[in-house]
C-alpha cells in the first residue's frame, strides 16, 4: 500500500497521510484533491511512503491526483520547507500559499492557461502557399506553429485579436489542435545566436558593475549593487540579464510595489522584444496570475518580474535573482506568514547555485553589514548619469508661519519652479485630508473605536476613514461630548496640500497620487502618462511616487512632515527615514535640469538631516551600526516576538505570561523579555500584546523557536490567537 503525505492550507503544523496505490515519488509536488474533514479539498503531496502510523482502516484514500496540472519540483519544495522552519509556520500552509488562487479551488480550472496547442500531421503537411493569399494572418499563425510545432498559452496570449481569431479557424480546420496540460519549454541553448540588444551607452561605473556582476555566473554569489538614485541601476540589471538569457536561463526581478511593475514591465518588454517576459503580483486577476505561474513554471517564461510572493515562483531554469529596493520593508509579509522575500531570495539563490544582485541606493542595515563584512560583494554605482546631484536643503519651521503647511521658502521655490515650465513633487507620506478632526472646546478627538489610532478626514466623500481597519463614519455636524459645532481639522494630508496648491496657484495643473487615487485599475497608468506628457505641474504624493520612477521634467521636490519619524520608538526608524527622504530626492534632476529638494523640519541640525545633505550613505550607516552593535540589537543580535491578540488585554497578556514561563524553562541561551501591550494595541476590535526574544546566534534561536512553538501548539485552545514573527521589522 502507497501513502502521501498531503500539505493543506490549515493552520495545523502536521501533513495528512492518505491512500494512494498507484503513487510514485513522481507525485511529490503535484496536487490532489481530498477528503477533508466534511469537504473535498485541494493539497500538495510533499512525501510519498510505503507505511503510516495511522491504523489502516482510518486511512482515507486520495479522490484524485492532479497529474496533468502543473506541479512543483523537488527544489521548489527544498525552498518551502526552509520558510516554513525558519519562519515558524505551517508547511502545508506556506505550499498552498505559493500557488496562484485558481489552483488552490476546488472547481473546475481555466482551460486557457493550463493547455497548449499543437500543430497537427495535417497541419504540418499542408503547404502555406495552399491558403488564400488575402489570408494573411492565418498563413503568418501557420506558419509560426510550423516552425514551433507547439505554443502554450503564455505565446497565444501575446497575439493580436486578429490572430486569435485565425488560431480558432485553424483549430476548426484541424490543422492545430487544443491539447490538455502545460507545456514544457525547451530552454534555448547558449550556442543558439542571441538578437543584439540595443540601449543606452554605459557609464564608466555602470561598465565596471556589468562586469562585476557577470564574471561568474555559474554559482552562488551575492552582491550589494548600492547606486545613489539615477546612477543606471536598471540599465546594469537589464545587460546581467541579457548574459543570463545568453546561456539559456531564466531570470527573476522583484521589486517592492505593484506601483513599480508595469513600468519596469514595458522596459525589460521594450529591451528583449523577442523573450516572453511575465509578472507576478496581486493586482492580476486570477486567470492572468494562474497564466503567468504557468509559464513561469514551465519554463516558458524567461524573464518573471514581482512583488514578494514572486520569490515562490517555480522557475526550472533559474540562473538569476535580482532584488530591486532590496531595504524595502514592502518584502516582508506583516501577517499570516510572516517571510522576507528579499531573505528567502538569498537562501534561493544559495540553494539554486546561482548569484543574486540585491540593489538599493541605501541598503537595509543587515544587508550593508554583510557587505562590509565581506559575505556580499560590494559593486559601486556612486554618480548619477547626468552629474547633477540634486541640492538638498532643510528648511527650518520652528519659528516660521505656515500656509497650509506649507513654508514661504517652499511656496517661492515652487512659483519659480512653476514659471520655468518645470514640474514639482510635494512629498507627504500621510493620505486623507486631516488626520484628525478636533473640538478645540473638549479636546475631543475622532478616535477609531476599533483601533488605537485616529479617524482621518476625507473631504471628498466627507467621511472618516481609519485607515488600519477600514472602518469608516460620517463626519458628525457636532461634537459627540459636549455638542460644540466648530469641529477643526488639524495637520495635512494628501488632500488638503492638494486643495492648499490649488488655491495657492490657480494656474497649475496639480495632480494628487496616492492609494486613494490610484484605486482604480490602470489609473496609475493613465497618471503617469499625463506627467511625462507635461500635462501636471505639481505632484502631490505618498511614498508611491518614492520610488524607481523618472520624470525628467521634476526639478524640485518639497518633503512635508518629515520629523514625524524622529518621533518614533522603534529602533530602525532612523534608517527608514533616511532611506525614504533619499529615495524622495531622487526623484529631483534626473535629466539635464539641476534638481533642488527642500524638507521642511524644525530639526534641521539633526545629525540625520546633516548625513542627508551631504549624502554620505556609509558614513551614516556605520554611525548606526555602532548604535546597534552598543545596544544588542540587529544585525549583531537575532529576534524573534511572540504576537498575541484577544478580545481584552488581559487576556493577551496572560496568556504571553505562561508562554515567557516556558520559555525560561528551556535555559537555552535566549533573552526573554516580559510580555508588552504592542505599539497599536487594538486594531480590529481585537487587543494586541507582544513578546520578545533574542538570541545572539541564529541557529540557537532557532532550536529555541522550533521547541517553544511545539509547547504552545500542546497547550488546550485560548482564547488568545497567536503567531511567532522571526526577524520582525516592527516592534
Not at 514551465?298 to 531554469?317: N, Y
Not at 526608524?573 to 534626473?590: H, M, S
Request: with cysteine; glycine share 6%.
Amino acid at each position: 500500500m502507497k501513502i502521501v503525505r498531503v500539505g493543506f492550507d490549515v493552520p495545523l503544523d502536521t501533513l495528512f497521510d492518505y491512500r494512494c496505490d498507484d503513487a510514485t515519488d513522481a507525485d511529490v509536488g503535484k496536487r490532489v484533491l481530498a477528503p477533508f474533514g466534511r469537504r473535498n479539498a485541494i493539497g500538495v503531496v510533499l512525501e510519498v511512503a510505503d507505511q503510516s502510523n495511522v491504523a489502516p482502516a482510518r486511512l482515507k484514500a486520495v479522490t484524485r491526483v492532479l497529474r496533468a496540472a502543473p506541479a512543483f519540483a523537488a527544489q521548489d519544495i527544498a525552498l518551502m520547507r526552509f520558510a516554513a522552519e525558519y519562519y515558524q509556520h505551517p508547511l502545508g500552509a506556506v505550499v498552498l500559499s505559493a500557488l496562484p488562487a485558481a489552483l488552490r479551488e476546488v472547481r473546475r480550472q481555466p482551460a486557457k492557461a493550463l493547455t497548449h496547442y499543437a500543430l497537427t500531421a495535417h497541419g504540418a503537411q499542408i503547404s502555406v502557399d495552399e491558403m488564400p493569399k488575402r489570408a494573411l494572418t492565418k498563413r503568418r499563425v501557420l506558419e509560426l506553429f510550423q516552425a514551433s510545432k507547439e505554443l502554450d498559452s503564455v505565446a497565444v496570449g501575446a497575439l493580436v485579436a486578429s490572430e486569435k481569431q485565425a488560431l480558432r479557424q485553424l483549430i476548426a480546420a484541424g490543422l492545430v489542435e487544443q491539447r490538455e496540460g502545460t507545456l514544457t519549454a525547451a530552454a534555448p541553448t547558449a550556442e543558439q545566436p542571441a538578437p543584439p540588444i540595443y540601449g543606452p551607452e554605459l557609464t564608466a561605473d555602470q561598465t565596471a558593475a556589468v562586469a562585476a556582476l557577470t564574471d561568474d555566473l555559474d554559482g552562488f554569489k551575492p552582491h550589494l549593487l548600492l547606486g545613489v538614485t539615477g546612477s543606471g541601476k536598471t540599465e546594469v540589471y537589464l545587460r546581467v540579464i541579457d548574459a543570463v538569457l545568453a546561456r539559456g536561463r531564466q531570470a527573476l526581478l522583484l521589486v517592492p510595489e505593484i506601483s513599480l511593475t508595469p513600468q519596469l514591465h514595458a522596459s525589460v518588454c521594450a529591451r528583449f522584444p523577442q523573450v516572453p517576459v511575465v509578472s507576478l503580483h496581486s493586482g492580476l486577476n486570477e486567470t492572468e496570475r494562474l497564466t503567468h505561474w504557468v509559464a513561469a513554471q514551465s519554463g516558458a517564461a524567461r524573464i518573471v518580474l514581482g512583488t514578494r510572493l514572486a520569490v515562490f515562483a517555480p522557475l526550472p531554469a533559474l540562473g538569476l535573482i535580482v532584488v530591486d529596493e532590496e531595504h524595502d520593508a514592502s518584502f516582508k509579509q506583516s501577517e499570516g506568514f510572516r517571510y522576507s522575500a528579499r531573505d528567502l531570495a538569498v537562501v534561493r539563490a544559495r540553494q539554486r547555485g546561482v548569484p543574486i544582485v540585491l540593489g538599493s541606493a541605501t541598503p537595509a542595515l543587515e544587508t550593508w553589514h554583510n557587505a562590509a563584512s565581506g559575505r556580499y560583494q560590494l559593486t559601486r554605482l556612486p554618480n548619477r548619469i547626468n552629474n547633477t546631484v540634486p541640492r538638498i536643503v532643510c528648511v527650518n519651521t520652528r519659528n516660521e508661519r505656515l500656509q497650509d503647511g506649507l513654508a514661504p521658502a517652499l511656496i517661492a521655490a515652487i512659483t519659480r519652479r512653476i514659471e520655468a515650465r518645470e514640474q514639482v513633487l510635494i512629498f507627504i507620506n500621510r493620505r486623507g485630508y486631516a488626520p484628525v478632526l478636533m473640538c478645540h472646546e473638549c479636546a475631543w478627538l475622532s478616535n477609531c473605536h476599533r483601533c488605537t489610532a485616529k479617524l482621518v478626514l476625507h473631504l471628498k466623500d466627507r467621511r472618516l476613514h481609519c485607515h488600519h481597519c477600514g472602518h469608516q463614519a460620517p463626519v458628525p455636524l457636532a461634537c459627540p461630548d459636549c455638542g460644540n459645532a466648530d469641529l477643526s481639522p488639524v495637520g495635512q494630508g494628501t488632500q488638503r496640500i492638494e486643495a492648499a496648491l490649488a488655491a495657492q496657484f490657480p494656474q497649475a495643473r496639480v495632480l494628487r497620487i496616492d492609494r486613494d487615487s490610484t484605486r482604480r485599475r490602470d489609473a496609475w497608468r493613465g497618471m503617469r502618462d499625463q506627467i511625462e506628457a507635461r500635462e501636471v505641474d505639481i505632484l502631490v504624493g505618498t511614498q508611491i511616487l518614492a520610488k524607481g520612477h523618472d520624470f525628467p521634467n521634476l526639478s524640485l521636490v518639497g518633503v512635508l512632515n518629515a520629523d514625524s519619524l524622529l518621533y518614533s520608538t522603534d529602533f530602525r526608524a532612523p534608517e527608514r527615514l533616511y532611506a525614504l527622504l533619499t529615495q524622495v530626492a531622487g526623484r529631483a534632476g534626473r535629466a539635464n535640469t539641476p534638481g533642488d529638494v527642500l524638507i521642511q523640519t524644525d530639526f534641521p541640525d539633526h545629525p540625520l538631516y546633516a548625513a542627508l545633505r551631504n549624502q554620505n550613505f556609509p558614513s551614516f550607516v556605520d554611525d548606526l551600526l555602532n548604535e546597534r552593535r552598543a545596544a544588542g540589537f540587529p544585525p549583531f543580535q537575532y529576534q524573534a516576538l511572540l504576537r498575541a491578540e484577544a478580545a481584552k488585554l488581559d487576556a493577551a497578556m496572560q496568556w504571553l505570561t505562561r508562554a515567557a514561563a516556558i520559555a525560561k524553562s528551556f535555559n537555552e541561551g535566549i533573552t526573554i523579555y516580559e510580555p508588552v501591550p504592542a505599539g497599536m494595541t487594538r486594531l480590529a476590535g481585537r487587543e494586541r500584546a507582544q513578546l520578545l526574544v533574542q538570541a545572539s546566534n541564529r541557529q540557537r534561536l532557532q532550536r529555541f523557536l522550533a521547541a517553544w512553538r511545539a509547547r504552545l501548539s500542546d497547550k488546550r485552545a485560548s482564547t488568545a490567537r497567536w503567531s511567532i514573527d522571526v526577524d520582525p521589522l516592527e516592534l
